[in-house]
T-cell receptor, first 115, second 118 residues
Framework: DSGVTQTPKHLITATGQRVTLRCSPRSGDLSVYWYQQSLDQGLQFLIQYYNGEERAKGNILERFSAQQFPDLHSELNLSSLELGDSALYFCASSLRGGGPGDTQYFGPGTRLTVL | AQKVTQAQTEISVVEKEDVTLDCVYE???????LFWYKQPPSGELVFLIRRNSFDEQNEISGRYSWNFQKSTSSFNFTITASQVVDSAVYFC???????????????FGQGTTLQVKP
């Protein structure tokens, strides 16, 4: 158990809908990262937050948004869902400044299925 | 261009065999970090090791060992005397200091599925 929690574990929804994925980092970790794992794209970095501020953006669609709250938990919002958004979404956290040398510890993931 | 290449898509071995998972990376940064993660059938990603670009010393942890060679841009992972519990997908990942703007963005390889048969 990495100490990173993600809810829900599974999510099934329809095209066009909006969902929110939630992540709680390990106690004391200030950085939160979101990744998408799909069969065709593999594991892709989406976005990073550090202590409430956006730190880095990757291949995140405009339909997706995220935020990190004062208690350091983070939410990833996915809207206007398409079939291709079906994937496993991981949250990770790290202790320090969120730099390249920080070890990221991953949560169990949220499996999103868009029908 | 793929920055992290794991050319072996799937490997199948019999228990107690040694197996090496290859990882080749590409970067222009002088400071970077390499990672290995394990994804067992249950789906979570488990951290195994981190190595920085200035430390080419090989590392051993129990049955696991890692060989980092800057000259060939490789960071290979060897499991000695494999066990059925080692069956998983293994990912190599790169984190670049300069190119990422000093952020924690991880670039993953496509993963190698290891099946260890009893």
């Amino acid at each position: 158990d990495s100490g990173v929690t993600q809810t829900p574990k599974h999510l099934i929804t329809a095209t066009g809908q909006r969902v929110t994925l939630r992540c709680s980092p390990r106690s004391g970790d200030l950085s939160v990262y979101w990744y998408q794992q799909s069969l065709d794209q593999g594991l892709q970095f989406l976005i990073q937050y550090y202590n409430g501020e956006e730190r880095a953006k990757g291949n995140i669609l405009e339909r997706f948004s995220a935020q990190q709250f004062p208690d350091l938990h983070s939410e990833l919002n996915l809207s206007s869902l398409e079939l291709g958004d079906s994937a496993l979404y991981f949250c990770a956290s790290s202790l320090r400044g969120g730099g390249p040398g920080d070890t990221q510890y991953f949560g169990p993931g949220t499996r999103l299925t868009v029908l | 261009a793929q920055k992290v290449t794991q050319a072996q898509t799937e490997i199948s071995v019999v228990e107690k065999e040694d197996v090496t998972l290859d990882c080749v990376y590409e970067t222009r940064d002088t400071t970077y970090y390499l990672f290995w993660y394990k994804q067992p059938p249950s789906g979570e990603l488990v951290f195994l090791i981190r190595r920085n670009s200035f430390d080419e010393q090989n590392e051993i942890s129990g049955r696991y060992s890692w060989n980092f060679q800057k000259s060939t841009s490789s960071f290979n992972f060897t499991i000695t005397a494999s066990q059925v519990v080692d069956s998983a997908v293994y990912f190599c990942a790169l984190s670049e200091a300069q190119s990422s703007g000093n952020t924690g963005k991880l670039i993953f390889g496509q993963g190698t599925t290891l099946q260890v048969k009893p």
